[in-house]
């Protein structure tokens, strides 16, 4: 079963870092898009980050603009989201996501991983 599987979620306070790791299991995604999306309560999920197979395109929301970097290792599967200045609103599930395409990723991933929660602190 292919699977994404995310890592390193946990609880910051107000300012502070955390940096989310995603790998493959079961298949590798070679030539694929990844991106990061979230989930906070009550709310829908929201794109958060995506970065193209060769790492040249990134794309972020607005809301994570100059606070959230994304980036890919291990010949491009495993990817990262380093996150700083983290606020409260940041809290929410995090989601990896993959796709064949960059354009796509940020709108109807093809794969999906589990999630990690992220808690942020006042």
């Known amino acids: 079963q292919v699977q994404l599987v995310e890592s390193g979620g946990g609880l910051v306070q107000a300012g502070g870092s955390l940096r989310l790791a995603c790998a493959p299991s079961g298949r590798t995604f070679s030539g694929y898009a990844m991106g990061w999306f979230r989930q906070a309560p009550g709310k829908e999920r929201e794109f958060v980050a995506a970065i193209s197979w060769s790492g040249i395109t990134r794309n972020y929301a607005d809301s994570v603009k100059g606070r959230f970097v994304i980036s890919r290792a291990n010949a491009g599967n495993t990817v990262y989201l380093q996150m700083s200045n983290l606020k409260p609103e940041d809290t929410a599930v995090y989601y990896c996501?993959?796709?064949?395409?960059?354009?796509?990723?940020?709108?109807?991933?093809?794969?999906w991983g589990q999630g990690t929660q992220v808690t942020v602190s006042s």
């Open positions: 996501a993959a796709d064949p395409s960059i354009a796509r990723i940020t709108i109807t991933p093809t794969y």
